[in-house]
T-cell receptor
Framework: DAGVIQSPRHEVTEMGQEVTLRCKPI?????LFWYRQTMMRGLELLIY????????DSGMPEDRFSAKMPNASFSTLKIQPSEPRDSAVYFC??????????????FGEGSWLTVV | GIQVEQSPPDLILQEGANSTLRCNFS?????LQWFHQNPWGQLINLFY???GTKQNGRLSATTVATERYSLLYISSSQTTDSGVYFC????????????FGTGTRLQVTL
């Protein structure tokens, strides 16, 4: 089975531009997570979906960030407008069910974003 | 929210040595996982271990939930073990919020 697929793998963009990160979870997984990794703050959960419904978006840093999951096989994380402090690695992950129920979470390879 | 602390923050080993990594957490959990982030940034799940002991090859893990800590043992370390090891937990009652620790950066040298 294919793992969690993210695109783009690398993106360099100018401040003020819109950035869209994409994720395809593992087929059959009901929970999807967006994490951000920086040197200063480590791995932070931004938002997670269960059965395509956003459950907890308390980690989304600002209104410039938005996430959608229109169907079970696709999710996007959008930053508009982007700022240099948004530079980070953004990971998408999926899990068969809610991880509190004891399910392993599987990560994609990450999208490395640089905003100049 | 729940606090997850890992120690040591950095560790340098010679190939063949053994090591123990520790994860302390501040509240009761119903999910604890160990991950390895390799030098290319890929996060690989090592263990799902909210309690008890598991072994997988040269790696093993033990979680004592009542004492709120978990240990990851690496035996006969190899250079491919280098990277960052993360502990992540879900606090009981927060269905899916997996909170990561700050990690232990391991370097295994020849």
């Amino acid at each position: 089975d294919a793992g969690v697929i993210q695109s783009p793998r690398h993106e360099v963009t100018e401040m003020g531009q819109e950035v869209t990160l994409r994720c395809k979870p593992i087929s059959g997984h009901n929970s999807l997570f967006w994490y951000r990794q920086t040197m200063m703050r480590g791995l932070e959960l931004l938002i997670y979906f269960n059965n395509n419904v956003p459950i907890d978006d308390s980690g989304m840093p600002e209104d410039r960030f938005s996430a959608k999951m229109p169907n079970a096989s696709f999710s996007t994380l959008k930053i508009q407008p982007s700022e240099p402090r948004d530079s980070a690695v953004y990971f998408c992950a999926s899990s068969p069910r809610e991880t509190g129920g004891g399910n392993t979470i599987y990560f994609g390879e990450g999208s490395w974003l640089t905003v100049v | 929210g729940i606090q997850v602390e890992q120690s040591p923050p950095d560790l340098i080993l010679q190939e063949g040595a053994n090591s123990t990594l520790r994860c302390n957490f501040s509240d009761s959990v119903n999910n604890l996982q160990w991950f390895h982030q390799n030098p290319w940034g890929q996060l690989i799940n090592l263990f799902y271990i909210p309690s008890g002991t598991k072994q997988n090859g040269r790696l093993s893990a033990t979680t004592v939930a009542t004492e709120r800590y978990s240990l990851l043992y690496i035996s006969s370390s190899q250079t491919t073990d280098s990277g960052v090891y993360f502990c992540a937990v879900t606090r009981t009652g927060t269905a899916s919020k997996l909170t990561f620790g700050t990690g232990t950066r391991l370097q295994v040298t020849l």
